[in-house]
């Protein structure tokens, strides 16, 4: 077989994995799009993005999809609060701090935080933090959305502080010497040269946060509280998007009623939060990229 045939069969192959995850994002969107739209034959636009309760498995229903995106936005805000900073100091100290023999022992043990079952921080979230925070908060409901908030924060600073490094360990040696050279110490040019250099790497580790905690779905699940309350406050239960399909999901509500759909445009509401952070982080990136 000639070089030019296997090139050609390793060009095709490639193709079809990148055609493939497309036409998979696709047909997902369809069965999405598909089904919801059965369930907004019944249930208006308005309505749906306006009303502030939902109990669609009440005797009179309510189908006012908001308790749950603030619920989702409400824990999703706590995690980014907790990861996003914990996660760009790790990674600037792993990038220009830390000896190579600490940073090959700290990110395999960083990674583990990512390997561990959602379940498993679920619980730890509901049987140990929150007996925690109630010690200092006595106002702390049993299910709340402080303490999944957190624990979701834990789980997601792997990706933020690996993708951040990665993008920090990418900046030429030049830049830095260059700064050096100049009399700044480590952390000035940390935090005015290597930072600002990376920053569209490290807005899209800040992307890939966000989009895993609005999807993060046993610990919320667990330890959130699974009532759909219109609330900003961490302190009471809530429900998230995920939360609430996981519910419906278990199998008893019968397919194909209104009450069943709702899984779906649930679900088609959660896929267009992460579309637009993405977009968002797209831009940013894009913006960033022509500024530097």
């Given at each position: 077989m000639s070089k030019k045939i296997k090139e050609g069969i390793i060009e095709t192959s490639l193709f079809l994995c990148a055609l493939s995850s497309v036409l998979i994002t696709i047909s997902i969107v369809i069965v999405l799009a598909y089904e919801s739209y059965g369930f907004f034959k019944v249930v208006s636009f308005k309505e749906f993005l306006t009303e502030k309760e939902w109990t669609p498995l009440f005797f009179e229903p309510k189908f006012g999809i908001l308790?749950?995106?603030?619920?989702?936005?409400?824990?999703?805000?706590?995690?980014?609060?907790?990861?996003?900073?914990?996660?760009?100091?790790?990674?600037?100290?792993?990038?220009?701090?830390?000896?190579?023999?600490?940073?090959?022992?700290?990110?395999?043990?960083?990674e583990l935080l990512a390997a561990v079952p959602t379940v498993v921080y679920g619980y730890f979230a509901l049987l140990f933090l929150t007996p925690v925070l109630q010690s200092f908060l006595p106002d702390l409901s049993g299910f709340n959305?402080?303490?999944?908030?957190?624990?979701?924060?834990?789980?997601?600073?792997?990706?933020?502080?690996?993708?951040?490094?990665?993008?920090?360990?990418?900046?030429?040696?030049?830049?830095?010497?260059?700064?050096?050279?100049?009399?700044?110490?480590?952390?000035?040019?940390?935090?005015?040269v290597v930072i600002p250099a990376a920053f569209s790497g490290i807005a899209a580790a800040f992307i890939i946060g966000i989009s895993r905690a609005i999807g993060e779905t046993m610990v919320v699940a667990i330890a959130a509280g699974m009532m759909?309350?219109?609330?900003?406050?961490?302190?009471?239960?809530?429900?998230?998007?995920?939360?609430?399909?996981?519910?419906?999901?278990?199998?008893?509500?019968?397919?194909?009623?209104?009450?069943?759909?709702?899984?779906?445009?649930?679900g088609i509401t959660l896929f267009m939060m992460t579309l637009v952070f993405n977009l968002i982080g797209f831009w940013l990136r894009k913006r960033i990229r022509e500024v530097y």
């Open positions: 308790p749950l995106v603030t619920g989702t936005l409400l824990t999703t805000s706590i995690a980014l609060i907790v990861a996003l900073p914990l996660g760009l100091m790790v990674a600037v100290y792993l990038s220009e701090y830390a000896p190579h023999r600490m940073r090959e022992i700290i990110k395999p043990v960083l959305a402080l303490s999944p908030g957190i624990i979701m924060g834990i789980m997601i600073i792997p990706y933020v502080s690996s993708v951040s490094e990665d993008s920090m360990k990418a900046v030429p040696m030049h830049i830095k010497e260059g700064s050096y050279a100049m009399g700044a110490t480590k952390l000035q040019t940390a935090l005015k759909p309350n219109f609330s900003f406050n961490p302190l009471e239960p809530v429900q998230t998007l995920t939360a609430y399909i996981v519910q419906v999901s278990l199998g008893d509500v019968p397919h194909g009623t209104i009450e069943y759909k709702t899984i779906f445009a649930a």
